[in-house]
Nanobody, 124 residues
Framework: EVQLVQSGGGLVQAGGSLRLSCTASGFEFDDYAIGWFRQAPGKEREGVSCIGRRDGDTYYADSVKGRFTISSDNAKNTVYLEMKSLKPEDTAVYFC?????????????????WGQGTQVTVSS
């Protein structure tokens, strides 16, 4: 059974930093990507970033480019999302998933597995 377990998040002031982690287990193969999505109250889910396990290819939404960094420790089956210069509009529940945002043009097959979600709140 595939599982994605998230950690990190919390409350931070604007301009601060947070790191999210997503640890995968149960995959019987290595050819997948891990993406990060977020959903704020009353808004649609937004694809934030993703990274391919096979080649380390990355994707960032324009809204987070230059502020967020995604990385992967394949030995630990863990993907990290380092978030810096956080803004109040980054406030949302963040989810990791075994698929990338639709704007990503890579070739990883989208597997519909999701983490449990974690709250990120940025105060002004």
């Amino acid at each position: 059974e595939v599982q994605l377990v998230q950690s990190g998040g919390g409350l931070v002031q604007a301009g601060g930093s947070l790191r999210l982690s997503c640890t995968a287990s149960g995959f019987e193969f290595d050819d997948y990507a891990i993406g990060w999505f977020r959903q704020a109250p009353g808004k649609e889910r937004e694809g934030v970033s993703c990274i391919g396990r096979r080649d380390g290819d990355t994707y960032y939404a324009d809204s987070v480019k230059g502020r967020f960094t995604i990385s992967s420790d394949n030995a630990k089956n863990t993907v990290y999302l380092e978030m810096k210069s956080l803004k109040p509009e980054d406030t949302a529940v963040y989810f990791c998933s075994a698929l990338c945002p639709s704007s990503y043009l890579g070739t990883y097959y989208p597997y519909n597995y999701w983490g449990q979600g974690t709250q990120v709140t940025v105060s002004s």
